[in-house]
């Protein structure tokens, strides 16, 4: 009964959730003996999880990021459900009040405000949005990052993509990466350009495809979009040229007392 119980419970929230563009994926459960179902969005994630040591289903959602669900899941919905007693019945009760759930519209708003979010930030990329982006491929910039805002009062686009992200990307392209992995960096850098304001335009192409020289250049440049391979081109001509160096940002500073006290 537990297995069709889920199967009838996760195919009716599959159906509810289609009409919102949200696919189910494959999952590999890798806690033993309970049951998981995923489905992905633009913007965020649901899933359906049956506890075989609590006997329960619950339906949670979460935030999507790049590289799929940041798995802050909130829950939504819990129902017990004892495979031993309970009958088809229960799990259709379980399977309506996820689907009212879902269809409810409170959470269809959330949705559509998230997509709205997730838009109005593609076409408004600053240094921060774009060195964030490249998390996905460096994580260890996200350390990096956290330092940089908490140092300084206004995030350092130039010095930061400078300093930190250049080096990283000049030793990815010197190493023998996957191609599909050479195709999500052009494409981000392709997608930043596209919907960047002036720093991250010249952020992207003076400080970083103007430092990128020989092999990797060629590899790199197969994947960019034509917009950025003109940009680059023209780029060239700077180099050697003196360009205004930017202002040195005003270090914060820390109450002692503050410090102390998170010890």
Avoid at 173 to 181: A, Y
């Amino acid at each position: 009964m537990e297995k069709k119980a889920f199967d009838l419970i996760t195919a009716k929230v599959e159906e509810a959730l289609a009409e919102q563009e949200f696919t189910r994926q494959n999952v590999e459960n890798k806690q033993e003996g309970d049951r998981i179902a995923l489905y992905t969005g633009e913007t965020a994630a649901y899933s359906v999880l049956y506890d075989t040591v609590k006997k329960r289903f619950e339906l949670r959602t979460c935030p999507m990021t790049e590289s799929g669900p940041d798995n802050s899941w909130k829950s939504l919905a819990v129902w017990l459900f004892d495979p031993q007693e309970d009958t088809e019945r229960e799990a259709e009760s379980i399977a309506a009040d996820f689907v009212e759930t879902i269809q409810g519209p409170k959470r269809k708003a959330m949705i559509k405000a998230s997509k709205k979010r997730k838009k109005e930030d593609e076409t408004n990329v600053d240094p921060l949005f774009f060195m964030n982006r490249l998390v996905n491929f460096f994580p260890e910039l996200r350390e990096e990052i956290r330092w940089e805002k908490e140092s300084y009062e206004s995030f350092r686009g130039v010095t930061f993509a400078k300093e930190k992200a250049l080096p990283k990307i000049q030793y990815f392209l010197r190493e023998n990466r996957p191609e599909q992995q050479m195709k999500k960096l052009g494409a981000v850098m392709s997608d930043c350009y596209a919907s960047g304001d002036l720093d991250v335009r010249g952020i992207i192409t003076y400080v970083i495809l103007n430092s990128i020289e020989g092999e990797s250049a060629h590899k790199l440049e197969e994947y960019l979009s034509d917009e950025l391979k003109k940009a680059w081109k023209h780029s060239v001509r700077l180099k050697g040229k003196t360009i205004k160096p930017e202002k040195k940002k005003k270090e914060k500073r820390f109450v002692a007392d503050t410090l102390n006290s998170k010890r």
